[in-house]
Structures are given as structure tokens and as C-alpha cells.
């Protein structure tokens, strides 16, 4: 289930940006607003597919019905040219998706008899779903859309052209995991204390510690999303100045190299089991926030700094797992932890919310404006594009050190 989850998603995200802006045309300012429509299903996901499924309708059945639709209108995206067709498509897909990551998450609680032993193993294969895929298109693009003897602009317009193909496996995927949610453990609905489930949520989650987690979550997920928009971009341009053996194993276009943060993601998830019996919950969450900051200022100053630029690159993308693993994945654990059973799947739907709802919408526009802002003459200033979210994500370390409050974790289980 989280293999085909993640993967589905992971097929084309990471390398939406340089397709629309290199290949479609589509100016900043409207790929910001696709960006910022992308996170509508994470928004009304606490108040439609959590209700629906905290209430009235199994899980896995609402999960196999979004999937399929969802695998669907993906494949159309392949050849959507217009810039209002792809807007409509990226709000379908939103709708469809967006609610599912928190559904799969909530689906598994219910049915592991240990959170913190458990979920990391489930988990985990979402993230090499995402590496998998990642690497797959990648390859596809270096094998198949890299015309041999062409010059470096020739050879980047033939792959961002080549991406078009991501949006067609997604589809493929999509429609494989509706299926096979129809073989998931049923997961039926559950009577509450309140007839809406999401509000009964917003009750639980105004207390601590999950009240400063969902604040922080919404600027930390605007500089996440910063990284998600321009980092393929940014790594695609350089791979063409990497060494071929590195081309080899990742293929072209940036999104297969920014896996190697999901197969560190990996490593931090294989460990969480040990890490959250023996660290803090509020110790894990600054580690993430902290390594979020240290992925953008060797992004930022890859060029300035006394080490290869090939080892600062894959040390910062690696860091892209440890601040998901440390932060969302664990932010994640703490819902579920602080939250009654009658509520959960909302109280994720919103916690997704804030992540991919707030977190896209507002870092859409973040992202597109802070491009801008780092813009000369046409070309991006790289130190200013990362050196701006960089600061942002020390503030939210220092505003999680001073507002989380301290707990005991010994004997957590």
C-alpha cells in the first residue's frame, strides 16, 4: 500500500517545475497558482474524506475509488497543453489524492498493535516507492530523451520534453493501488462523540504539544515545499556538470538524484524505533528542523564552499530525509499519540492539512515569489533562492526549542 502510495506521487512531482516552466511555457506566476491549487484536497480532506471515513464509509474502499479516479486524471496531464486545462487537472488530482496520504497513515494505526515498532516498517516502503519511481524516470529520461551528440541546451529541452512520460506512470500506478485497496484490512468507521469528526479534532489539537507542532509545520512545510519546487530544476542544470558515472545510477532531470534524500529517509525510518525510545519527541523534531536548515545552506553555497560540490549536493539532498523523518514522519506519530481513536483519521487529515495544505499553498506562493526575488536577468541566483528559506527554518528550530515543551520518553512504547 505505501509503496504504490508514494509512488504514484513521486513519479511526477519533483519534476513538475522544469515541465511546465522549460517545456509548457507556463509563466512563475502560474505555476504558483497550479501549486497553490494542488493543496485544495488537503484542506477539505479533514472535512470530506476524514469525516467519511471516521464515520460513514470503510477506508479502503474510499482509498480504492480516489485512487483509481485519481490515476486517471494523471494520464491526461501527459498531454494537457493549456494553462487553464492543467490548473483544472492539478485541482482534480488534489481532490482525488491529497486526502489518501493521511488515510493510509491513519489506516495502518488502527491496525498495528505498536505504533512506534510498527509504523517506521510499514512507512518505509513508501519511501522506496519514491525512490524506486524516481530513479525509473530518470533513467527513462537519460536512456530514451537524451539525443546523443546534442548540445547541452538540445539535450535539457529533449528532457524536460522526456517528463511528459512521468505523468503517464503515474496514471499506470494510480489505477494499480485503487485496486488494490480493494484488498486492504477493512477499516470501518467508527460512532463519536460529535456528529463532525473534524471538529471534535480541532478540540483535541488546541492543546500541547500538538498546537505548536501544527503551527511550526505550516512555515516549515512552505520552505519544504520551496526545496520541492526548485530543487530538480536546480540539480537538473548541474547533473550536466557531474561526472557520467553519476548519471548513470540516478539518470537526468534532478528527480532521480534528490532520491538519494529518500533512501536516506530510509535509514532515519529503519531507526525510529530505536531513536523513539531513547530521544525526546521535542528532540526529533528540532533535529529535523536543523537539517532542514543545513540542506539549504549547502544548496545555497555549493559553489563557495572548500569540499567538491559533488559531495556538498548529495550530503544537503540527504538531509531532505532526515528533516522528513524527524519531523513530519514523527509529527505524524504524535497525532496519532495525542489524539482519541473516534478522531484519528480526521485529526491526520488535518495534520495533512497543515503539511500539504497550507504547507503547498502557501509555499507555492512562497516559492514562486522567492524566485522572482533571486532572479537576474532571467537566471536564478541560487544563494538567494536557498539562503532566504534557510533562515526561515533556523527560526522555526528556535521557535520549537522554546514553545515545544519538554516530556520524558523512557518507557514510551
Not at 534524500?261 to 525510545?277: D, F, H, K, T, Y
Request: proline share 5%; aromatic share 14%.
Amino acid at each position: 500500500m505505501m509503496f504504490l502510495q508514494y509512488a504514484t506521487w513521486g513519479a511526477w512531482l519533483p519534476l513538475l517545475w522544469p515541465f511546465l516552466f522549460e517545456y509548457r511555457g507556463f509563466t512563475a506566476g502560474q505555476i504558483g497558482n497550479i501549486y497553490a491549487v494542488s493543496a485544495v484536497g488537503a484542506f477539505l480532506g479533514p472535512f470530506i474524506a476524514g469525516q467519511i471515513a471516521d464515520r460513514y464509509f470503510a477506508t479502503e474502499h474510499f482509498l480504492a475509488i480516489s485512487h483509481v479516479l485519481a490515476g486517471l486524471v494523471a494520464w491526461s496531464m501527459a498531454t494537457v497543453d493549456s494553462y487553464l486545462g492543467f490548473l483544472s487537472c492539478s485541482l482534480a488530482y488534489s481532490l482525488l489524492y491529497l486526502p489518501t496520504v493521511s488515510l493510509t497513515n491513519s489506516l495502518s494505526f488502527h491496525h498495528l498493535p505498536d505504533r512506534y515498532r510498527d509504523f517506521g516498517k510499514i512507512r518505509v516502503w513508501g519511501t522506496v516507492g519514491w525512490i524506486v519511481v524516481g530513479i525509473v524516470v530518470g533513467q527513462w529520461l537519460w536512456h530514451v530523451h537524451t539525443p546523443a551528440g546534442a548540445t547541452p541546451e538540445q539535450i535539457r529541452a529533449a528532457q524536460v520534453a522526456g517528463m511528459a512520460d512521468a505523468f503517464r506512470l503515474s496514471g499506470v500506478l494510480g489505477v494499480s493501488m485503487g485496486l488494490f485497496c480493494l484488498l486492504l484490512p477493512h477499516t470501518p468507521p467508527c460512532p463519536g462523540l460529535q456528529k463532525y469528526a473534524a471538529w471534535e479534532a480541532l478540540t483535541e489539537i488546541r492543546k500541547q504539544p500538538l498546537v505548536t507542532l501544527f503551527l511550526i509545520a505550516v512555515p516549515i512545510s512552505c520552505v519544504n515545499q520551496l526545496y520541492m519546487i526548485h530543487a530538480a530544476g536546480f540539480l537538473g542544470r548541474y547533473q550536466l556538470r557531474l561526472s557520467e558515472w553519476i548519471n548513470a545510477i540516478f539518470g537526468v532531470g534532478g528527480g532521480g538524484l534528490m532520491t538519494i534524500g529518500q533512501i536516506s529517509e530510509v535509514g532515519v525510518l529503519a531507526l525510529m524505533p530505536w531513536l523513539v525510545r531513547r530521544f525526546s519527541h521535542r528532540a526529533l523534531l528540532a533535529a529535523g528542523l536543523f537539517a532542514s536548515a543545513v540542506r539549504l545552506f549547502l544548496f545555497a553555497y555549493v559553489d563557495a564552499l572548500p569540499v567538491p560540490p559533488l559531495l556538498s549536493l548529495v550530503v544537503a539532498i540527504a538531509m531532505n530525509g532526515i528533516s522528513f523523518g524527524c519531523f513530519v514522519f514523527v509529527g505524524y506519530m504524535i497525532v496519532d499519540e495525542k489524539t482519541t481513536e473516534d478522531v484519528r483519521a480526521s485529526a491526520q487529515s488535518l495534520f495533512n492539512l497543515t503539511t500539504f495544505g497550507m504547507g503547498l499553498f502557501a509555499g507555492s506562493y512562497f516559492a514562486a515569489g522567492v524566485a522572482s526575488w533571486a532572479s537576474t536577468a532571467g537566471r536564478l541566483d541560487y544563494t538567494r533562492l536557498f539562503g532566504l528559506p534557510m533562515w526561515a527554518s533556523l527560526a522555526c528550530w528556535l521557535a520549537l526549542l522554546v514553545f515545544y515543551p519538554r516530556e520524558r520518553n523512557a518507557g514510551r512504547k
